[in-house]
């Protein structure tokens, strides 16, 4: 009995304690779901149902009647994912049955001899209970063997073939195996002795058969999936709590038991619960070990998975082929992704240089406009700048008109106070455009001077006069001649030389 090629690894999967204050009335797997009910310390009753697959995760709005509170007279099995039994076999005799759907509670009455110590699981949707003692008389024989329908209540006494038929017992372990069997381990007989054999019940030819080993256990688990039959905990022969594990393996037909396990091993305990979670071809197999009781009446609440990898040769080549074939396909998966997500980058890429290139062109766009309302206020400020030269110039033109006007007055005046005649009037530039005459009529009449003699009591208005004239003929010049030729003042007379 040498251990496993591959040793088992336990895992703590849960420290939760929110159930810390009740102990475990009843413990079953349902599907992948551990599935746990209790009552308080002191036998009062709490209709609460927790289940655990990832996480704790309390049931809510629970219906129905309850189990009553007794974790020796009551034993619970999953009869579907579904649904669970909870068989109660002393004053009650009554089977409760839990529709996880819809969170409600059946009962049945059970027409059978109460018991305690007894074993039941469920094969093939029914629930099969085995051993126990008697709890009106305790002398009696071992209460019969019998199968109870979870659909209406109805129980049958199993017929047992053959003279090969297990000893009567109590306290021991009890699950379904491969093709509709029924296994029975350990337990204590009726003279006290505590037994070790394995026995298989087939529920299709009633017969038993005993299957090889002797590990001497009570108060303990058994639990099958379709590759390995899971021993653990309870009380050995030393009346000691037994923490060894054993693992019989079906392609072998052989018993190991399970020296130092990998992980982080529970501590050894008795009158726990332990299920499959997960039994798949070509997998590894995981259990489910929840709650149980230590020494000095010590109560657990955390739980725990128990691993078994897959030791078939064949099994374990194919499952490389397959981890082979998952591995490829999630390269080839990553690959596609990678060239999926450099393809967006680029395509990222391309967006933000085009956005770009748009952006550098709607600057472009903004600056050749600013460049052309810079141009259009340089050209506004050149024709201002001209019209302002012109302005000056007319400015200094009149200007130096004036100045010779007043010249020309002075002298005019001065040639009346020495009582000499002037003859006003002005000298008109030759003509410098086609049609223009050198005579006073091609002037308008409001700038007409006249030539006669001027007595001296018209010499006060003379100067304004000019001064008026002056301004009307720089105007007449503006509007007719393109260009012209500055007028030339009047010739100073000769008794001025």
Not at 418 to 447: K, Y
Request: charged letters at 20%; glycine letters at 8%; one cysteine or more.
């Amino acid at each position: 009995m040498t251990g496993l090629v591959i040793p088992p690894t336990w895992r703590e999967e849960s420290k939760d304690r929110r159930q810390s204050n009740w102990r475990a009335s009843f413990s079953c797997v349902s599907g992948d779901k551990l599935i746990v009910g209790g009552a308080a310390i002191g036998r009062t009753v709490v209709n609460e149902i927790f289940l655990y697959k990832e996480e704790w995760e309390k049931a809510e709005g629970i219906k129905g009647k309850p189990p009553p509170v007794n974790a020796r007279y009551c034993k619970a099995a999953g009869l579907s994912p579904t649904r669970l039994a909870v068989l109660v076999l002393e004053s009650d005799m009554t089977l409760y049955v839990l529709n996880l759907s819809g969170m409600q509670w059946e009962s049945f009455a059970i027409l059978c001899t109460p018991r305690t110590g007894f074993a039941l699981c469920s094969v093939g949707g029914l629930l099969f209970c085995h051993g126990g003692r008697e709890t009106v008389t305790k002398s009696s024989p071992q209460p019969p063997f019998i199968q109870v329908n979870a659909v209406n209540g109805t129980v049958t006494e199993c017929s047992q073939r053959g003279k090969n038929i297990p000893p009567d017992r109590e306290m021991h372990a009890s699950c379904s195996g491969l093709h509709d069997t029924l296994l029975i381990h350990g337990g204590v007989s009726r003279k006290g002795t505590i037994l070790g054999d394995l026995w298989a019940y087939d529920t299709q030819s009633l017969y038993w058969m005993s299957i090889a080993g002797n590990i001497p256990l009570y108060r303990h688990t058994l639990v099958a999936a379709s590759s390995y039959i899971v021993l653990y905990g309870g009380v050995s022969r030393d009346n000691k709590i037994s923490p060894a594990l054993w693992v019989w393996e079906v392609a072998t037909n052989t018993w190991y038991e399970c020296g130092p396990t990998a992980g982080t091993p529970p501590r050894p305990r008795m009158s726990h619960f332990m299920g499959v979670k997960h039994d798949a071809p070509l997998a590894d197999t995981v259990f489910y070990l929840y709650g149980g009781e230590g020494a000095r009446d010590v109560q657990y609440h955390s739980v725990h998975t128990l691993t078994i990898p897959c030791h078939d040769e064949s099994a374990l080549a194919a499952r490389a082929e397959a981890e082979r074939q998952e591995a490829m396909q999630r390269k080839f998966v990553d690959e596609m992704k990678y060239m999926e997500k450099r393809q967006a980058g680029i395509e990222m890429q391309k967006q933000q240089e085009a956005a770009k290139a748009a952006e550098v062109d709607r600057a472009a766009f903004h600056l050749s406009q600013q460049q052309a309302e810079l141009d259009m206020e340089e050209q506004i400020l050149r024709n201002r700048a001209a019209e302002l030269d012109a302005a000056a110039y007319r400015e200094r033109v009149l200007l130096h008109r004036v100045n010779r006007e007043q010249e020309h007055l002075r002298g005019h005046k001065m040639r009346s106070w020495r009582g000499e005649t002037t003859n006003v009037g002005w000298t008109l530039p030759e003509p410098s455009e086609p049609g223009m005459t050198a005579t006073s009529d091609a002037l308008p009449s409001f700038v007409r001077i006249p030539t006669h003699n001027v007595s001296d009591t018209d010499q006060i208005d003379i100067c304004e006069a000019q001064r008026r004239a002056t301004e009307q003929l720089l105007l007449f010049y503006d509007q007719a001649t393109p260009s012209h030729t500055p007028l030339t003042p009047p010739t100073t007379p000769s008794c001025f030389n």
